[in-house]
C-alpha cells in the first residue's frame, strides 16, 4: 500500500531556482524520509525527520515536517543539473516496521 | 563498505525459467528488503528480512521465493514468472527494522525482463 501522495507529481525549473516538493501520509509516523533516483536505478537516500522534529537540513535541502497536517516538504536551493531525478518521500509508519514510499516527484533542471 | 551490491544488473528470463536474484552488503545491517518498481512507479515493498528471519511477507505470489543465508546475502528465487513480474527489483537494508536513524541504504537495482 502507498500511504504518501507527492505533489506535484512533474516540475520543471531553469537552474539555480528553488525546487519544492511536498508530501502528504495518512497514518502515524516514526519519521519520514526522501529519496532521490536517477534514470530508474537505485535510490539515494537524501534526509531523515523524526516525528518530532519541525525543520531539518543538509546541505542545499531543506525538509520541514508538520505531523498536524500529516505533511512534509522538501525544498532544493540553487538547483543544479545534477539535481535532475524522481524524488520520493518515504514514511516509517509506527508499528508496521517497513517503510512506505509516495509517488514522487519528477523533478527537471533546465540549462 | 558502505553499499549493496546487486546481481545481476539486467535479467532476461523466460517464463518457464528458474533464476536468482543476489543482494549482498557489509556493513552489518540486521534488516535486509526486496522491493519491487514498475515503470514510473514508487517501489513496492515486498519482503522484510530481520536478523536473516522473515518478518514481512506483503503478500507476494509464490513464484517469488526468499531466502536469506546469513546476515550479508540475501536472494530472490525466480520461477514461472509472467511477464508482468518485468520490473526494476530493488534490495536494500538498514540497521535494524524499527530503529532507523540514517535510513535505508540500496543497491542499484535488477532490471528484470520476462519473455
Known amino acids: 500500500s502507498q500511504q504518501g501522495e507527492e505533489d506535484p507529481q512533474a516540475l520543471s525549473i531553469q537552474e539555480g531556482e528553488n525546487a519544492t516538493m511536498n508530501c502528504s501520509y495518512k497514518?502515524?509516523?516514526?519519521?519520514l524520509q526522501w529519496y532521490r533516483q536517477n534514470s530508474g536505478r537505485g535510490l539515494v537516500h537524501l534526509i531523515l525527520?523524526?516525528?518530532?522534529?519541525r525543520e531539518k537540513h543538509s546541505g542545499r535541502l531543506r525538509v520541514t515536517l508538520d505531523t498536524s497536517k500529516k505533511s512534509s516538504s522538501l525544498l532544493i536551493t540553487a538547483s543544479r543539473a545534477a539535481d535532475t531525478a524522481s524524488y520520493f518521500c518515504a514514511t516509517d509508519e509506527s508499528g508496521a516496521q517497513k517503510l512506505v514510499f509516495g509517488q514522487g516527484t519528477r523533478l527537471t533542471i533546465n540549462p | 563498505d558502505t553499499e549493496v551490491t546487486q546481481t545481476p544488473k539486467h535479467l532476461v528470463m523466460g517464463m518457464t525459467n528458474k533464476k536468482s536474484l543476489k543482494c549482498e552488503q557489509h556493513?552489518?545491517?540486521?534488516?535486509m528488503y526486496w522491493y519491487k518498481q514498475k515503470a514510473k512507479k514508487p517501489p513496492e515493498l515486498m519482503f522484510v528480512?530481520?536478523?536473516?528471519?522473515?518478518?514481512i511477507n506483503e503478500s507476494v505470489p509464490s513464484r517469488f521465493s526468499p531466502e536469506c543465508p546469513n546476515s550479508s546475502l540475501l536472494n530472490l528465487h525466480l520461477h514461472a514468472l509472467q511477464p508482468e513480474d518485468s520490473a526494476l527489483y530493488l534490495c536494500?537494508?538498514?540497521?535494524?527494522?524499527?530503529?532507523?536513524?540514517?535510513?535505508?541504504?540500496f543497491g542499484s537495482g535488477t532490471r528484470l525482463t520476462v519473455v
Open positions: 525527520i523524526r516525528s518530532n522534529e
Open positions: 536494500a537494508s538498514s540497521q535494524e527494522v524499527g530503529l532507523l536513524v540514517y535510513g535505508y541504504t
Open positions: 528480512y530481520s536478523y536473516e528471519k522473515l518478518s
Open positions: 556493513m552489518g545491517h540486521r534488516a
Open positions: 497514518t502515524s509516523i516514526n519519521n
